[in-house]
């Protein structure tokens, strides 16, 4: 009787599967980079011929901001949750006050630094002001800000009212230069 | 009554000592393949944070230009310089980088997104002047980046 032994497909040894695995995870793991691209966004004026376009004082609010990042606001002393409150009073004014804005369409924001400001100073003021109006806007919509802030440019329903909002309560902040070091 | 076994003789498995040495230089490879930036940073870069933010969406139309306080303070001096691909340059060459930019962008080349990255201890002064230099170059869309802040109301 003849045992044929039937022969088997030569095994690979997968004892080392793992560490190629665990190479490749560690690898990706070290190249990948988790942070996104995140900021600020603003649209800076065209360059154009220094036009004198006349606004009436009460409709602009003025935030002055020196070298030692102490911040005057309407020429008076104030931290950034106290802009924000002031910077939403100014806006919606709507005529009552006579210091104060008109209408929100035409209330702007003056913002002017020093050539010695801080960066991250600056940041946190138009991140006020950014949040001021972002405020003003869901009030405007009658919705929570977070609803807001989660609305899509994409969907056309919710880009109506972004686009309402912002018609509205339109973001002018002018952003002077800043003065050179005195 | 033969039984023949027949014994193989040949080692059936094969060998595998040379397999670490094989992902070895795959992850040699893949080590100096690979670039995880842009360009080296030349200059400190810690962001500051807001909390008003939006997320860049198109990665081609955006350049990247960096502002802070150089590493190597023997070479360069403490002043806060502006770095664009990997070297250090002054703000009139900004008009020149941003055409080129522009260009390489081909027809999309007025969509571009500028992302500014800029240390949190750098002085506005530097920072107007750049943005003179980008309003020159007509690039208007402006990204300055930021880490994300919480807060609580």
Redesign the interface.
């Known amino acids: 009787?003849?045992?044929k032994?039937k022969?088997?497909a030569?095994?690979?040894?997968g004892?080392?599967m793992a560490?190629?695995a665990f190479?490749l995870l560690i690898?990706f793991l070290v190249?990948t980079?988790i942070a996104?691209?995140?900021?600020?966004?603003?649209?800076?004026?065209?360059?154009a011929e220094d036009v004198d376009v006349k606004v009436k004082t009460r409709n602009v609010f003025n935030i002055l901001v020196n070298s030692n990042d102490d911040m005057l606001a309407q020429e008076e002393m104030v931290d950034l949750p106290k802009l924000r409150t002031m910077v939403k009073e100014f806006v919606l004014n709507n005529g009552k006050d006579k210091n104060q804005s008109e209408s929100p369409a035409k209330a702007i924001i003056s913002l002017k630094?020093?050539?010695?400001?801080?960066?991250?100073m600056?940041?946190?003021v138009?991140?006020e002001l950014?949040?001021a109006y972002?405020e003003m806007r869901s009030q405007y919509l009658k919705m929570p800000l977070e609803d807001y802030q989660n609305l899509d440019k994409e969907n056309p329903d919710q880009k109506e009212k972004l686009d309402r909002a912002r018609k509205a309560i339109p973001y002018k902040v002018s952003?002077a230069?800043?003065s050179e070091?005195k | 009554m033969a039984t023949f076994k027949k014994k193989t003789k040949t080692k059936q498995d094969i060998p595998t000592s040379a397999l670490p040495d094989i992902i070895f230089m795959l992850l040699f490879f893949f080590m100096i393949a690979t670039t995880f930036r842009e360009s080296e940073l030349l200059v400190k870069n810690s962001l500051p944070q807001a909390s008003e933010l939006t997320k860049l969406e198109k990665k081609s139309l955006v350049s990247y230009i960096y502002i802070g306080e150089p590493s190597d303070t023997r070479k360069f001096g403490t002043e806060a310089r502006i770095q664009v691909n990997d070297v250090l340059i002054d703000p009139e060459q900004i008009v020149q980088h941003v055409i080129q930019e522009k260009d390489k962008l081909g027809e999309d080349g007025d969509k571009i997104t500028m992302s500014l990255k800029i240390d949190r201890e750098a002085k506005m002064g530097i920072i107007s002047d750049v943005r003179q230099k980008l309003r020159e170059a007509n690039a208007l869309k402006v990204n300055y980046a930021a880490n994300k802040k919480l807060r609580n109301f």
């Open positions: 009787m003849l045992k032994k022969k088997d030569p095994e690979i040894n004892g080392a560490d190629i190479l690898f190249a980079t996104s691209d995140k900021g600020v966004t603003v649209m800076l004026p065209p360059k630094t020093d050539r010695g400001t801080s960066y991250e600056y940041i946190g138009i991140d950014k949040l972002a952003d230069e800043p070091i």
